[in-house]
């Protein structure tokens, strides 16, 4: 292809029937209309080429729609058109940075600069197969129309069904057959046109210009050369945003795991193809659900390493719902993506083989279900004076350097859990002797009390005495130990040993 001017245009009619149905593969071989408005004032605004087929008309009412077998009915979803659109533009990316919206009424229309890719992408009808062979891939059924002049390309795509190369120089007699409303003329233009008996472009081209000009105005001159597609255009690209999102409203609430799961799965393909088109992997999912009665849900699923493995993030999201269960029935499941790079790991020839990070996870998974959520993952010790306060995070794969070796030596200290109740009896003040279930031990050195308190303002109130104790057992072994006296309820326990 030589770098003269060359523009595709990507044309997807009755987008909000394709918007609900590229997430529902059991209804794409099924008749289709897509009803918009407030009762009784409901109309079809889109259908699909089944419901054509039986005679399905726009602008009908349901009532007008009744008998007709097989054939389904459902709600327009503006969230869903929006999702739909950022796919879809983002698939085109990949064939062009520049790209300029053409959309009209509920189609969705975009046009590509494609000069200079023919290096790339081939000769125009290798790159319209390849861009509508890419955009089927992402469930939507798309013309694509090639010519050097931006009008021509956007006309053509409209018009026509499948690929169209318009060679050329030869823009006009491609356009001769198009219908004239592809100009979108005002009423009166149009009966105008009606009286002269004028239907098509190419009847529109051969009328003396200078005739045309004067009888409807200045604005004639442009339709003439859009007429024989020569009509000149400054185009503004807009700058497409990278975002992982998939939504779908269901057409009614949705109580069965099992038909979430369904979307979700066809959810989490998308994402995952979107994501490995730019080499990425999905490093975090967070599924957000809308509920009866104006509730919302919501939970987020973080692996422990990006993955594109579709089973597995299934398998993560069917553990999630069946630990955590929406409180009602579903009436929209929105996924968000972050995406992230997989990580690689280098396995040594005489290293053990460590276990996958996706069944970790899954594991993981499948405990937090049994014994809660905060009861599994990484122990982080909290910034707090409380003995012993830390939290659970989830666990992370990522490496960390070795401790370097240190010469210092350090007295070890073995906590007991749970901590052992003892009976203490005190002398001056301090502990003098103390009792387990088993064994009598004889203070010989006492150090503290050490007092430490807190969060008296709230339920988890602390108020401790530690002791650091040397004793004798009745046996003559020797221990340092630490005892803890809870003041608040009155109770001894040997926290630790000392070794």
């Excluded at 890419?134 to 499948?162: C, E, P, Q």
């Excluded at 979430?260 to 957000?288: E, V, Y």
Aim: proline share 6%.
């Amino acid at each position: 292809m030589s770098h003269e001017a060359a523009y595709a245009c990507v044309y997807a009619a009755e987008f909000p029937a394709q918007a609900l149905l590229r997430l529902r593969t059991d209804l794409q071989n099924h008749p289709i209309a897509v009803i918009e408005g407030n009762p009784p004032q409901e109309f079809v605004c889109a259908i699909n080429r089944h419901a054509q087929r039986l005679g399905i008309a726009l602008g009908m009412t349901p009532l007008d729609t009744e008998g007709i077998r097989d054939l389904q009915l459902l709600a327009r979803s503006p969230q869903s058109e929006a999702a739909a659109r950022a796919v879809l533009l983002e698939c085109i990316a990949q064939f062009s940075p520049r790209i300029q919206e053409v959309s009209c009424a509920t189609a969705c229309a975009f046009i590509l600069d494609i000069t200079g890719t023919g290096r790339l992408f081939g000769s125009p009808a290798q790159l319209a197969e390849r861009l509508r062979t890419a955009l089927a891939s992402a469930g939507f059924r798309v013309s694509v129309a090639v010519s050097a002049n931006y009008h021509a390309a956007r006309m053509k795509a409209a018009a026509t069904r499948g690929i169209a190369v318009l060679p050329a120089g030869a823009e006009a007699a491609a356009l001769a057959k198009l219908p004239l409303h592809c100009l979108d003329l005002d009423e009166q233009p149009r009966e105008v046109f009606a009286l002269w008996g004028i239907q098509t472009l190419g009847e529109l081209a051969a009328l003396p210009e200078v005739e045309l000009i004067t009888r409807l105005g200045p604005q004639a001159r442009t339709w003439g050369e859009l007429a024989r597609g020569v009509c000149s255009h400054t185009f503004q690209p807009i700058e497409p945003e990278f975002a992982l999102r998939e939504y779908y409203e269901f057409e009614d609430p949705i109580e069965q795991m099992d038909s979430l799961l369904f979307i979700g799965a066809r959810m989490i393909d998308c994402l995952i193809a979107r994501a490995t088109d730019r080499a990425l992997s999905l490093a975090l999912l967070t599924a957000r659900m809308q509920l009866e009665g104006n509730q919302s849900h919501q939970f987020v699923l973080r692996p422990a390493i990006p993955s594109a493995d579709r089973k597995f993030l299934l398998k993560l999201l069917q553990l999630e719902i069946a630990a955590h269960p929406p409180q009602a029935a579903v009436v929209c499941l929105e996924l968000t993506a972050e995406a992230g790079q997989s990580s690689k790991v280098q396995l040594g020839l005489f290293a053990p083989q460590t276990p996958e990070p996706s069944r970790l996870d899954v594991t993981l998974a499948r405990l937090r279900a049994i014994v809660g959520d905060d009861r599994v993952g990484s122990p982080v010790l909290e910034d707090t004076h409380r003995p012993g306060s830390f939290r659970m995070e989830g666990f992370s794969v990522g490496t960390h350097p070795a401790p370097g070796e240190s010469h210092t030596h350090r007295m070890a200290l073995r906590r007991m859990r749970p901590p052992l109740p003892i009976r203490v009896a005190l002398r001056a003040a301090k502990p003098a002797e103390f009792r387990d279930r088993e064994n009598r031990f004889e203070v010989t050195d006492a150090y503290g009390p050490w007092r430490t308190s807190g969060c008296w303002w709230a339920a988890g109130e602390w108020d401790l005495e530690e002791w650091d104790i040397l004793a004798v057992r009745g046996d003559g072994v020797h221990i340092a130990c630490l005892l803890i006296c809870d003041r608040s309820r009155n109770e001894w326990r040997l926290e630790a040993f000392y070794d």
